[in-house]
């Protein structure tokens, strides 16, 4: 079985549909998963006690639902009544959906030119015996609607598989590290390998040893797609598939190229974010202000910028107003960054992520600093007035930032004269533009591309 990819490189995989910016293993998921061009699209499913397949990742309903309901005991009237509720788990704007069974996905998608990765959930402690009926009744469902052939069975148990590759049916094995013999899955049949992304290398090179398919999971960022990329990977899984495809190409003009919510954002992967779009704004609130923990640093990526790479002439020029509503103390910041990589900076990163940080303190201060090879430089900084921060009243900073090749330049505009620092400085690349607190809060306004 033979797939193409979205352009050169590893497979897109949708995991549990498009599920960064709509909610996870729903109709409305799967749909725009299919919609933004995933060859591959993957559901987890769990056999309910009337022998429905129900397309759920918990082995209850209470994270995604709010109903301590095992779905184990789930009969497909109740897939019918019992409604997702995304404003539970990261998906605010979304209203209620319907829980899916996968006879409605292949109902409602089954003529969709994509390949399904069905992967089998069960709870804990669930015998080989049962296992092997989730495999049996995956292989029937994708029969009964004519999509076997484009249907491949996962697991973190080999039951499913086997009764997948008894079928004729592709099968994957998952397994976190990776550690599972390579040589033994491939005897058995099995013909791709799912493993983390942070696997050994080794683990992936030995499953290419014997020709298994290495599909790691969740990959989010292209600084990690590119990495399992170079290591000859076949596909990654991923909940923002439009943003992975390797043919993705920015709108041209907003700084936001990333549409995941809130638009653009991909949180640090140390500490994420707890932050929410607030008045046409990002607030990060810095979760450090009540314990007064000085050292908390919290990120967002806002998205690629068209144009911002070695191999182009790097001019561009950023507006954004930033809000500070709690300063944290006189020595704390919100912060902007302008990184190599879409990995969240923070403290953590140092050493992975060369970046220039403009710091915006509320005494005044206009800072500008970089972290290259894991140490933190001050280039320039310059003195403004001083901000009456206030929650109920808060200080509105605008800042312009220009990249002309080395030259980079922070312009506070709301001041009579403006307040400038720039740097010459050569070391970083910047291709991402990233929000940031430490141990502040502050809301981020209208950044945009001119």
Request: charged share 20%; aromatic share 6%.
């Given at each position: ?40 699209v993957e559901v987890d499913v769990q056999l309910g006690v009337d022998g429905t397949l129900i397309c759920v990742h918990d082995t209850t ?53 994509v390949t399904w990765l069905v992967e089998a959930k069960a709870p804990s402690g669930t015998d080989a015996a049962e296992w092997a009926r ?317």
């Amino acid at each position: 079985m033979t797939f193409n990819p979205c352009g050169p490189g590893p497979v897109v995989i949708a995991h549990r549909g498009a599920s960064a910016i709509a909610p996870e293993n729903t109709l409305a998921a799967l749909s725009m998963a299919i919609t933004l061009g995933a060859p591959l699209v993957e559901v987890d499913v769990q056999l309910g006690v009337d022998g429905t397949l129900i397309c759920v990742h918990d082995t209850t309903l209470a994270r995604t639902h709010g109903v301590d309901l095992p779905v184990a005991d789930m009969t497909v009237a109740d897939a019918a009544t019992l409604m997702v509720q995304p404003h539970l788990f990261g998906h605010p704007a979304w209203g209620p959906q319907p829980t899916p069974t996968l006879d409605r996905v292949f109902a409602e998608f089954g003529r969709a030119p994509v390949t399904w990765l069905v992967e089998a959930k069960a709870p804990s402690g669930t015998d080989a015996a049962e296992w092997a009926r989730i495999g049996e009744a995956i292989v029937a469902c994708a029969r009964r609607w004519g999509v076997a052939s484009r249907t491949i069975v996962s697991g973190f148990h080999r039951e499913p598989g086997y009764a997948a590759i008894r079928n004729g049916i592709p099968a994957c094995f998952n397994a976190t590290r990776g550690a599972d013999d390579p040589y033994v899955l491939s005897q058995e049949g099995f013909s791709y390998y799912g493993m983390r992304l942070d696997a050994d290398e080794d683990n992936i090179a030995a499953a290419h040893a014997v020709g298994l398919k290495v599909l790691p999971y969740t990959v989010n960022r292209h600084v990690d797609r590119d990495r399992l990329a170079a290591l000859g990977v076949w596909g990654i899984v991923t909940d923002q598939p439009w943003y992975l495809s390797r043919d993705y190409q920015p709108a041209p003009g907003p700084v936001y190229t990333t549409p995941a919510w809130p638009h653009g954002h991909l949180p640090s992967p140390v500490t994420p974010v707890d932050g929410q779009v607030d008045g046409g704004g990002l607030v990060l609130a810095s979760p450090s202000l009540a314990a007064g923990d000085a050292d908390n640093y919290t990120a967002v990526i806002a998205g690629a910028v068209s144009g911002w790479s070695a191999a182009h002439a790097r001019q561009v020029c950023v507006d954004v107003d930033v809000e500070l509503l709690a300063a944290g103390g006189p020595s704390r910041s919100a912060q902007i960054h302008l990184a190599e990589t879409d990995i969240g900076y923070d403290d953590n990163h140092h050493g992975r992520v060369d970046a220039y940080n403009v710091l915006v303190r509320a005494d005044g201060e206009l800072a500008l600093w970089a972290a290259v090879d894991g140490a933190a430089i001050e280039l320039a900084t310059a003195q403004g007035p001083p901000l009456a921060v206030s929650e109920t009243a808060p200080a509105r900073v605008s800042l312009q930032l220009r990249v002309n090749g080395p030259r980079v330049e922070v312009t506070r505009t709301d001041t009579s004269p403006p307040v400038t620092v720039a740097t010459d400085n050569e070391q970083v690349q910047p291709r991402y533009v990233g929000l940031g607190v430490r141990a502040a809060k502050a809301r981020f306004l209208d950044l945009r591309l001119r």
